[in-house]
Nanobody, 128 residues
Framework: QVQLVESGGGSVQAGGSLRLSCAAW????????MGWFRQAPGKEREGVAA???????YYLTSVNGRFTISKVNANNTLYLQMNNLKPEDTAMYYC??????????????????????WGQGTQVTVSS
């Protein structure tokens, strides 16, 4: 019903930029919300940026102003543009989707336990 495939991770120095992509194949659901989570070793998975069914954007406070989520409906691809990267942004980044969208402008922006579909993840490493 839902398949998510991420790409675009890599290693950069602090202050650099990366763009993550998530190609989505979604059937059965007419409206879904999508987003990006990250998980660093020994830490819980946290929502970084999300977009609801109407295109409204939600951001983790620590990335607001540096990361931008966007979606191209023509090719059903979700993006995360990450600028001014910091070592603390180092983590595995996961694409997420669900038809139930309890997004909020607070922490967490999206509870990972409420997400039904995940990609396989792509590693982002930021060196100082």
């Amino acid at each position: 019903q839902v398949q998510l495939v991420e790409s675009g991770g890599g290693s950069v120095q602090a202050g650099g930029s990366l763009r993550l992509s998530c190609a989505a194949w979604i059937s059965h659901y007419s409206r879904v919300c999508m987003g990006w989570f990250r998980q660093a070793p020994g830490k819980e998975r946290e929502g970084v940026a999300a977009m609801d069914e109407d295109g409204a954007e939600y951001y983790l406070t620590s990335v607001n102003g540096r990361f931008t989520i966007s979606k191209v409906n023509a090719n059903n691809t979700l993006y995360l543009q990450m600028n001014n990267l910091k070592p603390e942004d180092t983590a595995m980044y996961y694409c997420a989707a669900d038809s139930y969208c309890p997004l909020r402008r607070g922490t967490p922006i999206w509870n990972s336990r409420a997400v039904g579909f995940w990609g396989q993840g792509t590693q982002v490493t930021v060196s100082s």
